[in-house]
């Protein structure tokens, strides 16, 4: 999660295509970064310092996206009402069609390896993308996929290097089709009085999605799942920067024409006052996430609700930008959301595990039912 104050503005799309990153200097020599504050906005120069000065730290919270090393294409302007097109006219079930395959896998969701986990995590100091912590947290999030997915040796898991130093993290379940399934979360967290040394257990944002992800896939590789579409599991590094690791990656994505058919994204799975999912309706893709509202009655126990969170509020903007059919799942609404959020405070002891557990059981719902789009 970026912040909690909504700045919804009206969408348009904008894809995102790789250039070779030389680093912009100003006349003093410093690095500048291009940061873009909405969805028409072709992106404003400042400094490293100035980015965290008016972006990353603000207590007036800025939505923004740094497009620095994934610029948009101006020349590809026109293309952009097709891209928008294409997000928002792909086509979804009209419901669940696959509880009896998905149910026996929910059934074998653990209760306790995501606390395990969480206590991993939120046990590092910070796992800030420009910390000292950067790269040994990405190390423990990379060891940590290994492990759950060691039981199916299909399993594919990667790094994705940046150029930062936090490399992102990617598992694949190979299927008979190469088009693509994803559910995504970040594993960097933020200080946000104090950045780059600031004590950011980042619990709730959001070891809880890392953890929850990792659980699915725990689930699916113990069970030796062989999905139609490849499924892939998103661990994305430099959100709190702009959506550094989500926007590369689907840059990568779009490059190498990788067929995406959905992408949920979840960023906060374990504070929920009102014990709720909800589903953000801005900045997505409005068929996807209509049918994953229908999906949380099936296999979760939660009623579900929708809320928007405005621009760039999390990783789901990148695949949003590059044209692929993206959903937001969260645990609340922004205004019940953790009042510990950037904080020290974001602790361990703040999670739910009981509602972190049925985002894991829509997760795993929602990739069986994905396996068949
Ligand atoms: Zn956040």
Not at 15 to 30: H, S
Not at 68 to 77: D, N
Not at 93 to 118: F, G, M
Not at 198 to 214: K, Q, W
Request: hydrophobic content about 40%; proline content about 4%; glycine content about 4%.
């Amino acid at each position: 999660m970026v912040c909690k104050t909504v700045l919804a503005s009206v969408a348009i799309g904008t894809i995102a295509l790789a250039t070779a990153f030389t680093p912009n200097l100003n006349a003093a020599g410093e690095e500048l970064r291009l940061i873009k504050t909405s969805d028409v906005d072709n992106g404003t120069w400042y400094t490293e310092q100035e980015k965290l000065d008016l972006f990353i730290s603000t207590p007036s919270c800025a939505h923004f996206m740094d497009i620095t090393e994934t610029q948009v294409r101006q020349m590809l302007v026109d293309a952009r009402e097709a891209y928008f097109d294409k997000r928002q006219s792909a086509t979804f079930p009209s419901a669940a069609a696959h509880q009896a395959e998905a149910n026996p896998l929910i059934d074998q969701i653990s209760k306790t390896n995501p606390k395990t986990w969480a206590t991993t995590l939120t046990n590092i100091h910070n796992r800030y993308y420009k910390g000292s912590y950067a790269a040994s947290s990405a190390t423990t999030v990379y060891n940590l996929v290994k492990n759950v997915a060691a039981a199916n040796t299909k399993i594919t898991i990667k790094q994705f290097t940046h150029s930062y130093n936090q490399p992102s993290v990617i598992a694949t379940i190979p299927g008979t089709s190469s088009n693509v399934i994803i559910v995504s979360g970040h594993f960097d967290s933020i200080n946000q009085a104090n950045p780059t040394t600031g004590r950011a257990p980042g619990a709730d944002d959001n070891a809880s999605a890392v953890v929850t992800i990792l659980e699915s896939l725990r689930v699916l590789a113990a069970a030796k799942y062989a999905p139609k579409n490849t499924l892939e599991f998103h661990f994305y590094s430099g959100e709190e920067g702009g959506l550094l690791g989500a926007r590369a990656i689907m840059q990568d994505y779009v490059n190498r024409s990788v067929k995406v058919l959905a992408v949920m994204n979840q960023d906060m799975t374990a504070y929920s006052p009102n014990h709720n999912i909800a589903v953000y309706t801005d900045y997505v893709s409005t068929p996807l996430s209509n049918f994953i509202i229908k999906l949380v009655p099936v296999y979760t126990a939660l009623p579900v609700i929708t809320d928007r969170c405005g621009y760039a509020c999390s990783d789901h903007g990148a695949a949003y930008d590059a044209g692929y059919p993206a959903a937001y799942v969260c645990d609340e609404n922004m205004v019940d959301a953790t009042p510990y959020l950037h904080t020290a405070n974001d602790a361990l002891s703040t999670m739910d595990f009981d509602h972190l557990h049925q985002h894991v059981r829509l997760t795993v719902g929602f990739l069986v039912e994905g396996s068949y789009f």
